[in-house]
């Protein structure tokens, strides 16, 4: 429950008695998004509670504050009472932080605590935004980023995909045969697909779709945007495969409404949290293997698994189609990008490129650059 403070603003436009009833009809202008108000619900109650243990409201925010809260947002303190484990919303073992928030995390919810304020100026309830005042604001407050780093290098993409694929030793249980088969299934549909997480949780056997010979994969996705992606060979393979594991047909029927994935007993869907935690336990397992495997040798790649979390797939998805030579008007309609210069972040040519002719600018004369076909160039 959002945290109540203060009564009813007499310049209100809107029927609020305190300001989690306020924030509570921002909120509602995301009904149709859920995940999205979800994400916002999350930033606005951490700023509440934040402001509630100083015995504080909305309006009480000032410019002052924000750099207090960002720093915040980047340790929370006492981690006690603020950092804790997935948990429902009405467990006493709940916190608002799984930890502290890295500079992009807290950039974002700047970003979304920004436009909650700017609907509250509107509406009425606050007097003013401080988040104007920022003198850095284009820094703090811009949403773009460069380009993407959070994403696994294709040896390394290889190496997992080969360690997910390995024969399973005899007299393993049907259970860890179908655990197996599942995690397969789930790291190569978010690799061809480039699947958000909620929506893998949310896709449905009949969301794969025949037409004029070709399949399609339709999805629901970010601001309730529909979309289709082109479904490739391999995916289909692999959806063959896990209906096999299910006791299903090959291909799904336009009727078929079961869970896309699914817990152990075959039938019920894997929600959110689930999904998340079975990818981050699948990183953990696989840096594991890897050190126990190859030992220092591998330490930043076995860093980088235990780095990864479940989105560093999409990033990993996208990014190597755009090293595949994919068009970006097709790697955009993947992304379900609105804006091109969004999913250009995801194109590492121009950086190939500056690295391969900066190596011309040596200590000597003697600098080697490589062109384009590999052969040496002596500059």
């Known amino acids: 429950m959002l945290p109540a403070v203060a009564g ?4 209100a436009h809107i029927q609020a008695g305190n300001d989690a009833e306020a924030v509570a009809r921002w909120l509602a202008e995301y009904r149709a998004s859920p995940r999205t108000r979800a994400a916002y619900r999350r930033e ?3 700023l509440l509670l934040w402001l509630a243990v100083q015995g504080r409201g909305l309006g009480d925010l000032r410019r002052d504050d924000l750099d207090a809260f960002e720093t915040f947002l980047a340790d929370p303190r006492p981690v006690a009472e603020w950092v804790g484990p997935s948990r429902p919303r009405h467990s006493p073992d709940w916190r608002p932080f799984r930890g502290p928030l890295s500079p ?4 974002q919810s700047l970003v979304i605590l920004q436009g909650l304020f700017a609907w509250l100026v509107e509406a009425g309830w606050v007097a003013h935004n401080p988040f104007r005042l920022m003198r850095d604001k284009r820094r703090r ?4 980023q460069g380009g993407i780093e959070r994403y696994l290098e294709k040896p390394l993409w290889d190496w997992l995909w080969g360690w ?3 024969p399973r030793e005899e007299g393993v249980s049907p259970r860890r045969c179908f655990e197996a088969e599942r995690r397969r299934f789930v790291f190569g549909f978010a690799y061809l697909l480039a699947p958000r997480i909620g929506e893998m949780a949310a896709a449905r056997m009949g969301d794969f779709v025949r037409r004029e010979g070709r399949w399609w994969w339709r999805v629901i996705g970010k601001g309730d945007k529909a979309a289709r992606i082109p479904v490739p060979p391999d995916m289909l393979v692999l959806l063959e495969a896990w209906r096999a594991a299910l006791g299903l047909p090959p291909h799904p029927g336009p009727d078929d409404d079961g869970p ?5 007993d075959g039938r019920r869907g894997l929600g959110d949290n689930r ?3 079975l990818i981050r336990e699948t990183f953990r397992d696989a840096a594991a293997t890897l050190e126990r495997e190859r030992g220092e040798g591998a330490r930043a790649e076995v860093l980088r698994l235990r780095r990864a979390t479940p989105h560093w797939l999409r990033h990993t998805a996208l990014t190597h189609q755009a090293q595949a030579g994919v068009e970006l008007r097709y790697l955009a309609g993947t992304a379900r990008h609105a804006r091109l210069d969004t999913t250009a972040r995801y194109l590492h040519a121009e950086d190939e490129e500056w690295h391969r002719q900066q190596s011309a600018h040596g200590l000597t004369s003697c600098a080697v650059v490589s062109d384009r076909d590999g052969d040496p160039d002596t500059l």
């Open 8 to 11: 009813r603003r007499p310049a």
């Open 44 to 46: 606005a109650e951490r």
């Open 104 to 107: 992009a995390s807290r950039r």
């Open 141 to 144: 407050l811009d949403n773009r």
């Open 164 to 166: 997910l694929s390995r």
């Open 260 to 264: 896309l994935l699914r817990a152990l």
């Open 275 to 277: 999904l998340y935690r």
